[in-house]
């Protein structure tokens, strides 16, 4: 929703995702070898629906410009989503502001397992959570004018204001142009409504689990408990909500991509035949396509 109010300002651009950028560079900022990177953008959807150019005879910093190159419009902000590893930007990017987006985690949690990413909210908070403590080693670098703090629920409760002060940041004036989005996308209109969902639709005794298990967390960030009571699993109910959400992922990929290319990426994954493995994941990409919002 934020991507495309910020695309739809005239002058600020966000062509979209670009955790590509940095999903292959080491902890320890070790840079990747440019021609296994190069074979990986090969089958990377996010990448290819950029309509980026690789340029082969560039090495992997050099790559970078060039993709910023390729993206940047003269009387444009260029900016662009990522939802983890954010400590590795300065590295590559040491220049850049941020937007740092947060909401309530057991939401995040919800999406997650929407997106067959997670089978449960207890393992789905670890989404949140893990981009929560990479955003902090990265604002812990950074002074207070490199970085803005914005909530959904906030953002939600007065959209105009809330893109006011973001546009402010990036010295820009806010223009009604950013909530013409639903207009060209599938995305709807700025609903109150989508917040706090979690007190609705999650059950009592996962809540209670999240609370023991990121109380502090949602606390430093003035995120309610959930009031119920913070419990921890037994070991055998541990067992269980591992098993479960290996499960709930599994089922979710063999109904989405079918039986057949399920078990056929599996295989192909473990044999050292990149052919056979980079035609099962481009495979996936077309139909992982379909669903896209």
């Known amino acids: 929703m934020l991507r495309l109010m910020l695309d739809s300002h005239p002058h600020i651009r966000n062509p979209g995702e670009f955790d590509f950028l940095t999903d292959q560079v080491g902890s320890d900022g070790q840079l990747p ?39 940047s419009q003269n009387d444009k902000i260029l900016t662009m989503n990522m939802h983890r590893n954010f400590e590795r930007i300065p590295r ?23 997106l067959g990413v997670a089978g449960n909210l207890y393992c789905g908070v670890d989404i949140w959570a893990t981009a929560e403590r990479s955003w902090d080693r990265l604002a812990s670098t950074l002074t207070s004018d490199r970085y803005l703090e914005v909530r959904y629920e906030v953002l939600l409760e007065d959209v105009v204001e809330g ?29 109150r409504q989508l917040r706090n969902q ?4 999650c059950g009592t005794r996962e809540l209670q689990w999240v609370d023991w298990k990121l109380g502090n967390m949602l606390l430093q960030r003035n995120y309610e408990l959930s009031g119920l009571g913070a ?34 990426n599996l295989l192909a994954t473990r044999m050292p035949i990149r052919s056979w493995s980079d035609s ?14």
């Not at 990177?37 to 410009?65: C, I, K, N």
């Not at 893109?163 to 990036?170: G, H, N, P, Q």
């Not at 004036?173 to 609903?191: F, I």
Request: aromatic share 14%; net charge positive; with cysteine.
């Open 33 to 71: 070898e440019i021609e296994q990177y190069r074979r990986w953008l090969s089958t990377h959807r996010g990448f290819q629906e950029t309509g980026l150019a690789v340029d082969p005879r560039l090495d992997y910093r050099q790559l970078m410009q060039s993709f910023l190159d390729q993206l």
């Open 92 to 114: 590559l990017f040491p220049d850049a502001r941020y937007i740092h987006l947060m909401r309530d985690p057991r939401d995040v949690a919800r999406s997650g397992i929407g």
């Open 163 to 191: 893109l006011t002060r973001i546009c402010a940041f990036l010295k820009l004036a806010y223009s009604p142009s950013m909530l013409s989005y639903p207009s060209r996308s599938t995305y709807s209109a700025p609903d």
């Open 198 to 201: 979690w007190k609705s639709r």
């Open 231 to 264: 419990r921890k699993p037994t070991p055998l109910e541990l067992v269980m909500i591992r098993w479960q959400d290996k499960y709930y992922r599994v089922r979710f990929r063999i109904r989405r991509y079918g039986l057949a290319l399920y078990l056929e």
């Open 280 to 293: 099962c994941q481009i495979r996936i990409n077309q139909i992982d396509l379909k669903f896209l919002k």
